[in-house]
């Protein structure tokens, strides 16, 4: 694993996309720490990182894009996976090598909070828990941008794929405010989400009683809390997206805040990628 | 050392490999002969665990390539039909990567590579990055790098495509080298290269075994009947008669006149007949003499036409 992640990330700066990456991020760093810092005198660090939060979604797919499909496309997955190596190892090594490159560039911009240092007050646990939360957030991102790397041979495809599915956790975020919040739609969302499950269960064993079964205990289990407790659906849309939204979990942190259950959300959301990556590669060896 | 059972692979409905079964000793070179997308490189894919089979077993030394990976694919050395090399890095980097994750030992490496850039000659290029060096030389870096790990097993899918014929021999020869310290299965398209090297080989043909054994008993099982080429001296009206009556004589026909005042004739015995003896006999009490007697053994070639187009016919 150590090799490949040693490999992967002198591959970095031995094409020009390390550099990309970093020189892009910096500048468009730079730029916002001068408007939001610097012109302004404000010591308001947190606000200059959740603004750049935003910059995922360009800089990300430079990062991952080749990461995988590169591989494909020039056969040489053919070496990494005809080599001792397991298909984990190949994948966890590629993805420490995207998130050490993104660690180092934001490492370089802890001088903003040194600069700021200097001529003001900053509150240190708020910095340190906005850092964290950036670099938590950027490495799920990371880890999208792997598992799409591994779906083409093609870098610019991988790089549009992924710019998209960010732009759409995005757009997600600003849909979801004009949700509906009432008792009725909540059920049907519950319905919704049973009927996505049982058709999962179905593809899975490939059974129509245990698939019917699924179905009759979930609707039971939606029935019963309608009949318990109405309220219970009430705006339910709402809060299960806020959940699984990357984005809101990052609020916390930017205020200082080290919730644990959202870094183990955002680290379970990694091991998921990860996984479905490694699921992905090794399907593809009996297609 | 390996063995290989009943492979099957689909893609689709499309079949690649259909039910193959063969095994290879240890220290053998085999040989895997087939036209384009026959199967072969599917075939060596399945063995080095790059893709599994629709169904069947491949065994290393004893050891599944689905059951154990890691300890089956440490012994398998492979070099694909495309070279698989990160141009970007050079050659001495690209071998110390590769050695990492075959997991050679920091102390073991340095010798090993010395001794493998040695043998495939890429020593003086070993400061260059791939993406400059000519397709013989990238050829000879993959080959080099599945040799790095020493593994016992050697799968070489068309090793020499590409390359110029004094490079063509040089790695001829480098494989009967390795040959006598590994096991090697070599695929081609190109028979002399197969017949020159390897002391087993395996035709397969829309992912069939359709052919199996030594160059020499292939030539010779597959020639239902020996042919001769005789050049006589004399007329065909005089010698056509003499030879009709020698027994055993299958088939006689006059080939035309090469040299003025002979005759090439194209003679076929029976089965198993050894006829040379009663021809001479029979040319010689007629005053005819044989200039040339040439037995027609079929050559790889034809042996590949054969059996390949004889299963296009049946199938």
């Known amino acids: 694993m150590l090799a490949v992640l040693q490999k992967e990330f002198r591959t970095y700066f031995l094409t020009p996309l390390g550099y990309i990456f970093m020189g892009f991020f910096l500048l468009i760093s ?31 797919p430079i990062l991952t894009m080749r990461l995988l499909s590169e591989e494909t496309r020039q056969k040489t997955d053919q070496l990494l996976l005809t080599s001792p190596l397991k298909v984990t190892e190949i994948v966890v ?24 240092r200097i001529h003001g007050f900053i509150s240190i646990s708020e910095v340190l828990g ?55 739609s909540g059920v049907i969302f519950a319905c919704l989400i049973l009927f996505a499950l ?12 245990v698939t019917a079964l699924t179905a009759f205990a979930g609707s039971l289990v939606i029935g019963s809390i309608y009949a318990i407790n109405k309220s219970l659906y009430d705006g339910i849309i709402i ?18 805040l080290l919730n644990v259950s959202s870094i183990i959300y955002y680290l379970s959301f990694i091991t998921a990628f990860i996984f479905l990556t490694v699921q992905l590669i090794e399907k593809r060896r009996w297609n | 050392m390996i063995q290989v059972e009943n492979i099957t692979k689909h893609y689709g409905q499309h079949v690649a490999v259909d039910q193959l079964n063969f095994t290879v000793k ?3 070179i085999l040989g895997f002969l087939g036209p384009n997308g026959a199967g072969k490189s599917t075939t060596m894919n399945i063995i080095t665990g790059y893709l599994s089979a629709t169904s069947g077993t491949v065994k290393v030394d004893g050891m599944d390539i689905l059951e154990y990976p890691e300890e089956a694919k440490a012994k398998i050395g492979y070099l694909p039909e495309f ?31 010395e001794k493998i850039m040695d043998l495939v000659k890429i020593g003086d290029v070993r400061g260059r990055l791939i993406k400059n060096l000519s397709k013989g030389y990238k050829q000879r870096v993959g080959l080099a790098q599945a040799l790095i790990g020493n593994p016992q097993v050697l799968i070489l899918d068309e090793p020499t495509v590409g390359l110029d014929p004094k490079q063509i021999i040089e790695i001829r020869n480098l494989i009967q080298q390795l040959g006598q310290e590994h096991t090697i299965i070599l695929s081609s398209h190109i028979l002399p290269e197969v017949s020159a090297v390897c002391e087993r080989v395996i035709i397969i043909n829309r992912g069939r075994i359709v052919a199996g054994d030594t160059p ?39 080939q035309g006149v090469r040299e003025t005042g002979t005759t090439d004739i194209l003679v076929e015995a029976e089965k198993d007949k050894d006829i040379r003896r009663p021809i001479f006999k029979a040319l010689s009490q007629a005053e005819l003499p044989i200039l040339m007697m040439r037995s027609l053994d079929l050559t790889l070639e034809e042996i590949f036409l054969q059996v390949t187009t004889q299963q296009q016919e049946v199938s």
């Open chain 2, 216 to 254: 020499e008993n292939l030539s010779k099982s597959l020639a239902a009947s020996s042919k001769l080429l005789l050049r006589v001296g004399g007329a065909s009206e005089a010698v056509l008669p003499v030879l009709q009556k020698i027994a055993g004589i299958k088939f006689v026909e006059v």
């Open chain 2, 26 to 28: 240890k220290g053998e």
């Open chain 1, 198 to 209: 049982a058709f999962l269960v179905h593809h899975a064993v490939k059974n129509l009683y």
């Open chain 1, 130 to 184: 906005g850092y964290i939360g950036f670099f938590l957030l950027g490495s799920c991102f990371i880890a999208v941008g792997l598992f799409v790397s591994a779906l083409t041979d093609n870098q610019v495809s991988a790089a549009v794929i992924t710019f998209s599915s960010l732009l759409f956790m995005w757009i997600m975020d600003a849909v979801q405010q004009v949700l509906p919040n009432d008792t009725n």
């Open chain 1, 239 to 256: 809060k299960i997206f806020d959940w699984f939204s990357l984005l809101k979990r990052y609020d916390g942190f930017s205020s200082g």
């Open chain 2, 83 to 113: 070279p698989p090399l990160y141009t970007e890095m050079t050659v001495s980097e690209y071998l110390d990567f590769v050695s990492a994750i075959k997991k050679v030992t920091p102390a073991a490496k340095k010798a090993s590579l």
């Open chain 1, 30 to 60: 730079g730029f916002f720490f001068a408007l939001n810092n610097l012109f302004p005198a404000s010591s308001n660090l947190a606000a200059l990182l959740g603004s750049l939060t935003s910059m995922f979604m360009f800089v990300v």
């Open chain 1, 93 to 116: 090594g590629k993805y420490l090598a995207a998130v050490a490159v993104f660690l180092i560039t934001i490492l370089i911009t802890g001088i903003y909070p040194a600069i700021l």
